[in-house]
């Protein structure tokens, strides 16, 4: 069966990270189950962001829980597109997964992390923290939805080689507009706040999303 074949293809990591990914799902719905329904509706209602975007200030674990599945989605989905297109190893093959788990990981971090520096240098803290709340919220929850289309593309027996890449490109179409949902859903549940300084709001939200790649690549090409 073509499924199978492209499963031998990227077998070692794929079903073990598969496994992981919806492990930590079944975590968070076991032991956060208000949250976890609260979340389940995030591209319904603002209902999740509203309650514990404000409530929780301090990092709970259920947020990090998010991040860590984001970071594995991200990296299982980069993993296959390499794959797909002949790179079997960055430095080595049979840790390559593991190698760009760690890449993702830093990277998401890093730019977390740049974003809460440029926030406290434009004095953005308040708006940033519920910015960065809704951000990793829906990332996540795309880099979910992603992967549940991933594991049925690569396991059901309809899909072959020659369908992957257009799987592929619909996983990011799927990504990019959970995303591009979040920026909508930021603007119109601030836009009393941001009509009068529109260009300015603008002016934010570039530093906060491009500016941390463009040091991050800086970085990389730096060292």
């Given at each position: 069966?073509?499924?199978?074949?492209?499963h031998?293809?990227?077998?070692?990591?794929i079903?073990?990270?598969?496994?992981?990914?919806?492990?930590?799902v079944?975590?968070?719905?076991?032991?956060?189950?208000?949250?976890?329904?609260?979340?389940?509706?995030?591209?319904?209602?603002?209902?999740y962001?509203i309650?514990?975007?404000?409530k929780?200030?301090?990092?709970h674990l259920?947020?990090?829980?998010?991040?860590?599945?984001?970071?594995?989605?991200?990296a299982?989905?980069?993993?296959?597109?390499?794959?797909?297109?002949?790179?079997?190893k960055?430095y080595?093959e049979?840790f390559?997964?593991?190698?760009?788990?760690?890449?993702v990981?830093?990277f998401?971090v890093?730019?977390?992390?740049?974003?809460?520096?440029?926030?406290?240098?434009?004095d953005?803290?308040?708006?940033?923290?519920?910015?960065?709340?809704?951000?990793?919220?829906?990332?996540?929850?795309?880099?979910?939805?992603?992967?549940?289309v991933?594991?049925?593309?690569?396991?059901?027996?309809?899909?072959?080689?020659?369908?992957l890449?257009?799987?592929?490109?619909?996983l990011?179409?799927?990504?990019?507009s959970?995303?591009?949902l979040?920026?909508?859903k930021?603007?119109?549940?601030?836009?009393?706040?941001?009509?009068?300084?529109l260009?300015?709001?603008?002016?934010?939200?570039?530093?906060?999303?491009?500016?941390?790649?463009?040091?991050i690549?800086?970085?990389?090409?730096?060292?």
């Open positions: 069966m073509d499924a199978l074949l492209i031998r293809t990227y077998l070692t990591w079903f073990p990270a598969f496994l992981l990914i919806f492990g930590l079944a975590f968070l719905r076991v032991f956060y189950p208000k949250h976890f329904k609260d979340y389940q509706r995030l591209l319904l209602n603002n209902k962001i309650i514990y975007g404000k929780e200030r301090k990092l259920f947020t990090v829980v998010l991040y860590l599945i984001q970071c594995l989605c991200l299982l989905f980069v993993y296959v597109s390499l794959k797909h297109y002949g790179i079997t960055l080595t049979r390559m997964f593991l190698e760009i788990v760690l890449f990981f830093l998401l890093a730019k977390l992390l740049l974003q809460r520096w440029i926030s406290s240098l434009f953005l803290s308040d708006f940033s923290r519920d910015y960065i709340f809704s951000r990793i919220a829906y990332s996540s929850y795309a880099a979910i939805v992603m992967v549940i991933l594991f049925l593309g690569v396991y059901l027996p309809f899909t072959s080689e020659k369908h890449f257009l799987l592929l490109l619909v990011l179409l799927i990504l990019l959970i995303n591009m979040s920026w909508i930021i603007i119109k549940s601030n836009q009393k706040e941001i009509k009068p300084y260009f300015y709001f603008i002016l934010y939200l570039c530093a906060l999303e491009i500016a941390p790649y463009i040091f690549i800086y970085g990389i090409g730096y060292f």
